[in-house]
């Protein structure tokens, strides 16, 4: 990037001539604007200067863009063209900072609509930028006229600003569905093409509508590429939703296939394309799509062949045997100019090829993996990943190349995906582990990404003890110490004790190292050796357990407010860890999942899903802290335990919409109802749930919704108690019924005829309390030791056929759904080909039982499971166990 | 100052630019009393109320006119005051049939005259007591004894009554704004402005 903008400004000469330029130097000269007689081409020359700062990212504050803006305004009087297309883009630009921008609402609106043709589609787009819903329906009727205009920019611009105003005046625009419809037959590709978008926002919503459209549609021919491009997509779309018409289906993927023979490459590409990424293709429909892409990669157009081999690369781990047809074009493109094009050709090729082209393949790619970006290199570090799960034997070779490239330069994104990759290969293959650990080893003694070097140390603690000579890893480790800043020293510090605690014979060395460490610099170093040290001081393999080999399992935001509110109140009693919520392991399952929709190999690297700071509970907790009835008797309930995923009690499409979340304490039940009310012509009062519970349940406080407009959705709830003696009694259905009083009322103004109203009720489906809302995850690094240790608790066994399921994998997923515990050491994952197979679970229940599940599944005529379950007490046991059966 | 530049003014040779704000309430007439003014080709066949504010052109006696055809509706009146500053002329345009808005007109011309870029500077100020053909309408006599426009020293001004939707009377107004505004702008009243020369250059 540097390089390309020091090239260019050799090229201009003079460099950047806004190089210099100050903002408030610029806002001093924008005064001119303010001049009787205007001279366009100074005016045109200062406006330019304020947009490149604002694009520059300099702020403006809301006094000084105002001032700018009035100024801007007063250009309206000159006539010069290009001054007033400048004038449309300062209006654009200052339009979200500056106050009073209606001011030049009519002066646009003279512009749209007026004769000359370069005002009018620049005036539409800065008009929409500053109307805002309010003002809308001011300027609805020259919107209107201006997307069936004749002018195609006009109309275009006319789309284009109503699909954008849509986000925020969604009921309007969809007004304007007829015009979108004429524009559509327009003669111009780019107005077909964006009335085709703006028809298919105002539908989106509704399913049935979007198929009438791309039914209707398909048979015609389209004038617009663009158009085409864009129905192929809203058709994939349709084809990926699950629930799909069956009807639809087999026209529309007809329709996909017959663009792959469309006279436009575009269209052709977008097909295929299309045809490839589906989920649910056949390997019969994919030929003919794989077949074009074989064409483009012969092309001599450099863009179609990239395009062409970067769907490919895409595909090449979800159809294989497809990719592989194209296997001997992909080795002419090896060796093609554009080394993009090459990256992807021997990454496919490595992806599909065989096991012996592998080191001929690396070789290649070795002879210029220094020559490509970095995006590039993390696509070829993918290839390898997948080349490892597929080819074991071949880990050495990889993992060479891999430790070569760890030693080039190269950004933290880059490096990052390397090591994951080698954590991966470590993680699948056992061979693999030794070498593997080494090169990390090697890696951290020169890694100048923090991050990237605490996630090592990390793992060189979880799986350096277990290897056969973890000796010599500590000395890696102790060379952080002394040569690091202080969050890997931190971090190197807490691998070394994963050591002290898990290998006897090195406990001493341990030790001494530890102590070494307590004359840290830093507070933080200093704390945690002295934390280990301590611990390991005392010999006892449980407190090595509890508290070196498992990390925390409370909520981290949950326990910082826990002590902040132990520290308000001076009290004699001790912190009580066991007050804290736990947190909530993500469901891995769901993760497993998600990585998977993830098209293997994409070029740019997705980012991984952001989690959410705070806690379900945490902000279950905030919620009902605000309700007063609730909030007093929050102390007696103390923390929230679990809160459950929303439960839908109706049809998302009914007059009253009703969703169900348990919040679940020591020994209280909170049920939360979101009601929502659909009917514009009622409002609702007093509506409250009438909850017929399940037997031992008692209703403790009930708090009503006092008053529900239309299109609100307000909160009720049921604060209930868990049936005190039996246990197994906590798990049933409770009958619901919403209960309230109509009053009618005018849909306008939402204000009831009359103080008179009539009770009513309406049926909701049942609350179903099940094991999983009374149990957190807890995730175990080590269950094997948990399950050790809980050998003096009680103990349950039984065995059942799960006769409904197929799959090993089938049974494994509902198991951990059904008990809501966290599965350990990867064992919710069943390798393929098993028959048997063994399921490791671990949380706890309500109250702050431990509970511990080994589910032992064979596969015969159905599943057999043998479920053993060890509790700390005997209740919780068979609670668990009556639950599966 | 030269000779010459003082004959070009006097015979009016001299084509002379001056920016002017036309404010007044909603539905007073502003833009129709602009569109009056605009050559037969531009004129608008529909009047819709403005929002923010319209720049129009036109000419008088060898004066360019840049009006500003501020929007008057309530909420939109305290953006008149950004162009205060840079017009060298006021037309003041009030309904003379909306006697029950009278009042909401004084006190908005009292704003407008007690405004730091206005007081204290001799802008010829133009009413116009427009809607004269309505049956109620008030004589502009009334109107200006209601605005208390005798208050006014130290700007020019006047009063007429007008009909924009014929032309009616705006004539007349105009041509004594265009004497006003012209005389403001003669050289020696205005020290400030750069060489006329320069300007005729």
């Keep these: 990037m540097a390089f390309k903008r020091d090239k260019k400004e050799e090229e201009d000469g003079g460099g950047n001539p806004f190089e210099n330029i100050e ?47 009035f100024a801007m305004t007063k250009l309206f009087q000159s006539k010069d063209v290009v001054l007033r297309r400048m004038v449309y883009l300062g209006i654009r630009e200052l339009s979200s900072i500056a106050e009073d921008v209606i001011i030049v609402t009519s002066s646009l609106t003279k512009d749209m609509t007026g004769n000359e ?57 969809k007004r304007w569905v007829n015009e979108a419809q004429e524009a559509f037959s327009s003669d111009n590709v780019m107005v077909q093409y964006h009335a085709l978008g703006l028809m298919y926002h105002i539908r989106k919503t509704d399913r049935l509508a979007v198929i009438k459209l791309v039914t209707k549609l398909t048979k015609q021919s389209l004038k617009s590429p663009f158009a085409v491009c864009l129905l192929i997509r809203i058709a994939c779309r349709l084809l990926e939703d699950e629930d799909g018409a069956p009807g ?9 296939e017959s663009c792959l023979r469309h006279k436009t490459e575009l269209v052709i590409y977008e097909a295929a394309h299309a045809m490839v990424n589906l989920r649910r293709t056949t390997a019969k429909e994919l030929a003919p799509a794989v077949s074009v892409l074989q064409l483009f990669c012969s092309t001599s157009k450099p863009p179609l062949r990239f395009a062409a081999v970067r769907t490919l690369n895409q595909v090449a781990m979800s159809h294989p045997s497809a990719v592989t047809a194209c296997n001997l074009d992909l080795e002419n493109l090896i060796t093609d100019s554009n080394r993009s094009i090459a990256t992807l050709a021997i990454t496919t090729l490595l992806k599909t090829g065989a096991e012996s082209s592998v080191d001929r393949l690396m070789k290649q790619i070795a002879s210029f993996v220094s020559e490509i970006s970095d995006e590039f290199k993390i696509v070829v570090v993918q290839a390898i990943r997948a080349l490892c799960t597929k080819f074991p034997r071949k880990h050495s070779v990889l993992m060479n190349f891999l430790s070569a490239m760890l030693r080039d330069e190269g950004g933290l994104d880059y490096k990052a995906s390397i090591a994951d990759t080698i954590i991966t290969i470590i993680e699948s293959n056992p061979e693999a582990k030794e070498t593997g650990l080494a090169h990390l080893c090697e890696f951290i003694e020169d890694c100048e990404h923090t991050s990237l070097a605490v996630r090592i140390l990390h793992l060189l603690g979880r799986e350096g003890p277990k290897t056969k000579q973890p000796s010599r890893y500590i000395r890696f480790i102790y060379n952080r110490v002394i040569l690091e800043n202080a969050a890997v020293r931190g971090a190197a510090v807490a691998a070394m004790a994963q050591f002290g605690a898990q290998c006897p014979d090195l406990h001493e060395n341990v030790q001494v190292l530890l102590a070494r460490c307590q004359m840290d610099s830093d507070d933080e170093v200093r704390d945690r050796a002295t934390y280990y040290y301590t611990i390991l001081a005392l010999k006892n393999r449980s407190l090595y357990n509890s508290y070196i080999t498992e990390s925390l399992q409370v909520s981290i935001p949950a326990l910082e407010r826990s002590l902040h509110q132990y520290t308000l109140n001076a009290t004699e009693t001790p912190f009580d860890m066991k007050s804290v919520p736990l947190a909530a392991v993500e469901p891995l399952v769901s ?142 259905t409770f ?150 059966g | 100052m030269g000779l010459l530049d003082k004959l070009v ?52 006696q060898n004066v360019g006119f840049t009006a500003l055809d501020m929007s008057g509706q309530g909420r939109y009146r305290d ?98 704004f265009t004497q006003q505004v012209r005389q403001v702008g003669q050289p020696g009243n205005r020290p400030s402005r750069g060489g006329p020369l320069a300007a005729a250059k």
């Design chain 2, 79 to 176: 953006l008149w005051e950004f162009y205060y500053k840079d017009c060298q002329g006021i037309i003041f345009v009030v309904d003379s049939s909306d006697r029950l808005r009278l009042a909401v007109v004084r006190h908005e011309l009292d704003l407008l005259l007690q405004h730091p870029d206005v007081a204290g500077r001799a802008l010829p100020i133009l009413f116009l007591a427009n809607k004269m053909d309505q049956r109620d309408a008030l004589s502009s006599v009334k109107i200006a004894a209601g605005l208390g426009l005798d208050r006014i020293l130290d700007k020019p001004w006047h009063i007429c009554a007008s009909n924009a939707v014929t032309g009616e009377g705006l004539e007349e107004g105009v041509t004594w």
């Design chain 2, 9 to 60: 003014t006097l015979f009016g040779l001299r084509k002379q630019e001056v920016k002017v704000l036309v404010v007044g309430l909603n539905n007073s007439g502003k833009t129709t009393v602009l569109n009056h003014f605009k050559a037969e080709d531009d004129k608008s066949t529909e009047i819709v109320p403005t929002v923010g504010f319209n720049i129009e052109k036109f000419k008088n």
């Design chain 1, 591 to 732: 993760e497993i999942v998600a990585q998977k929709a993830v098209p293997e190999g994409t070029i740019m690297s997705t980012p991984a899903p952001q989690r959410l700071g705070v806690s379900k509970e945490e902000s279950a907790l905030e919620l009902v802290s605000s309700i007063p009835e609730i909030a007093a008797l929050l102390p007696q309930l103390g923390p929230i335990f679990r809160s459950s995923e929303p439960v839908e009690l109706t049809e998302s499409e009914t007059e009253y919409v009703v969703r169900c979340i348990k919040h679940c304490f020591a020994r209280h039940l909170l049920l939360q109802f979101d009601v929502l009310n659909t009917l514009s012509d009622q409002l609702l009062e007093n509506v409250r749930v009438s909850l017929e519970p399940a037997e031992g349940y008692r209703i403790l406080r009930e708090v009503p919704i006092p008053r529900l407009p239309y299109s609100e959705s307000c909160s009720a709830f049921c604060l209930l108690e868990f049936p005190q003696d039996d246990l197994s009694a906590s798990t049933g």
């Design chain 1, 117 to 173: 043709a370069l005002y009018r589609a620049a005036a539409i787009r800065a008009l929409c930028s500053i109307t805002d819903v309010t003002m809308l329906q001011a300027i609805e009727r020259y919107m209107k006229q201006a997307i069936v205009d004749k002018n195609p920019a006009v109309s275009s611009a006319a789309l284009v600003s109503s699909l954008h105003l849509a986000r925020s005046a969604g009921e309007l625009v």
């Design chain 1, 735 to 884: 009958g619901a019924t919403l209960a309230y009083m109509v009053k009618d009322c005018d849909p306008a103004t939402g204000l009831p005829d009359s103080d008179e109203g009539y009770d009513d009720t309406y049926m909701v489906e049942d609350v179903e309390v099940t094991l999983a809302d009374q149990v957190q995850r807890v995730w175990k690094g080590n269950w094997a030791a948990a399950w050790e240790e809980a050998a003096n608790l009680c103990e349950l066994e039984d065995t059942y056929a799960l006769t409904s399921m197929r799959t090993l994998q089938e049974a494994t997923t509902n198991i951990v759904q059904f008990l809501g515990l966290q599965p350990a050491d990867r064992s919710e994952r069943v390798p393929d080909g098993k028959s048997n197979h063994t399921l490791y679970l671990a949380g706890i229940f309500r109250g702050g039982h431990d509970v511990l599940v080994r589910a032992k599944l064979a596969l015969a005529d159905g599943v057999t499971m043998q479920l053993t379950v060890r509790a700390s007490t005997p209740d919780v046991a068979e609670l668990v166990t009556s639950a599966v």
């Design chain 1, 23 to 69: 903002k408030t130097s610029v806002l001093q000269e924008a005064r001119a604007f303010n001049d009787t007689s205007v001279n366009p081409r100074k005016c045109t020359h200062i406006l330019t200067k304020v947009l490149y700062l604002l694009n520059q990212g300099e702020q403006l504050g809301t006094t000084e863009a105002t001032e700018v803006f």
């Design chain 1, 248 to 256: 639809a289906d087999s026209t529309l993927l007809s329709f996909i």
